[in-house]
């Protein structure tokens, strides 16, 4: 009885750490998209995604004077969105809310690798610390020329994985001929 317990323990929690890894791979697929393919001309990614996106990489700064609810309220939307569309399909699951929960962290927790760190708080300071989130000094390595690694913002577990089989590269091959990438004039 005592190691059934334990072992559906193992399980719940090997599932949610595999939760928290995929919503930092998700996440870092949306960051490399922001990057990489279109234009800010382009009607909706463009204005809601690349524009944005293009003022950060010019000063990374910038992000910290906007309100935090405007900084987050994109990924919380989509958060949202995911979770209507489970429940409206039937598939509104304890694994779909933790890895929405995640999934929202996403940009807080790039947010928090571009703030001082006397400005964090110290649980913050903490989970950077023991390497449970991503710390500045990880995220800085994507602001780094040529800018082409470190897409992933939540953890510092997954970009070492994706670097080292040239994930972005492969999707750089896969999409770039379908999408364009008109602002990267290395492909």
Not at 34 to 40: C, K, N, R
Not at 73 to 91: G, K, Q
Not at 150 to 164: E, G
């Amino acid at each position: 009885m005592l190691a059934s317990v334990f072992s559906n323990l193992f399980l719940i929690v090997a599932q949610v750490f595999a939760l928290y890894l995929l919503a930092d791979f998700i996440g870092g697929i949306f960051h490399w998209a922001e990057d990489t393919l279109g234009s800010a001309e382009a009607p909706i990614w463009g204005r809601l995604f690349v524009q944005p996106n293009e003022v950060h990489h010019d000063t990374p700064g910038q992000m910290l004077k906007i309100p935090w609810y405007i900084n987050n309220i994109t990924i919380v939307i989509a958060v949202l969105s995911v979770f209507a569309a489970c429940w409206v399909l039937d598939a509104l699951t304890w694994k779909v809310y933790v890895m929405g929960f995640f999934g929202a962290w996403n940009q807080q927790v790039h947010r928090f690798c571009h703030t001082p760190t006397a400005r964090l708080p110290p649980a913050v300071k903490w989970l950077q610390r023991i390497g449970i989130i991503q710390n500045a000094r990880h995220h800085w390595r994507h602001h780094t020329e040529p800018h082409l690694t470190n897409y992933c913002v939540l953890t510092p577990w997954v970009n070492p994985a994706l670097d080292k089989i040239k994930f972005w590269r492969a999707m750089e091959q896969i999409f770039v001929p379908i999408f364009g990438a008109p602002r990267r004039p290395d492909l």
